[in-house]
């Protein structure tokens, strides 16, 4: 995996528990600038210091080895920061507890998936969106996962 993949999946992870970079840090024993760095797509961590971050984030790390240069699992896109700030709102914190429960998963992992959802459906805009637009996509989301 590249190291931006990794940042990018470090980012999701961290933003769908709703953590600062800060709490991440205290709980994995690594310093702000060094998690800043990783997320940013620079740096050269250790296995000890991913595992610490993934055991920080409550997932778990898994190691595999891969034929040549392709990845295992296609690394999610980038979450535009229109959307990390968006993600930090009560509505969006509010409708993904809702489905996380009437899904019976967990939140986190709901948070998760809604935003690589979103971020999905931001992909196909011409223009950068911004908060009306997320919440025209939550609405999707909403509608579509009501029984």
């Known amino acids: ?24 840090a205290a709980d994995a024993g690594l310093s702000v600038p ?12 250790t296995l000890s210091a991913v595992s610490n971050l993934a055991a920080a984030l409550g997932a778990t790390l898994i190691v595999e080895l891969a034929e040549g240069d392709r990845p295992v699992v296609e690394a999610p ?10 993600s930090r709102s009560a509505r969006f914190s509010t409708e993904a507890a809702r489905m996380a429960e009437a899904a019976e998963l967990p939140e986190t992992s709901m948070r998760e998936r809604l935003l690589h959802a979103m971020a999905g ?8 969106l911004e908060e009306p637009d997320w919440h025209r996509i939550l609405d999707a989301a909403v509608l579509t996962t009501r029984a």
Do not use: C, H, K, W
């Not at 060094?34 to 961590?45: H, K, M, Q, S, T």
């Not at 459906?121 to 950068?128: C, H, K, N, Q």
């Open 34 to 45: 060094y998690i800043a760095n990783l997320e940013n797509g620079r740096g050269n961590p």
């Open 77 to 86: 896109a980038a979450l535009p920061d229109s959307l990390l700030q968006f």
């Open 121 to 128: 459906l931001g992909s196909l805009a011409t223009r950068p």
């Open 1 to 24: 995996m590249r190291i931006e993949d990794l940042g990018i999946r470090l980012r999701m992870r961290r933003t769908a528990a709703g953590r600062t970079i800060a709490s991440v």
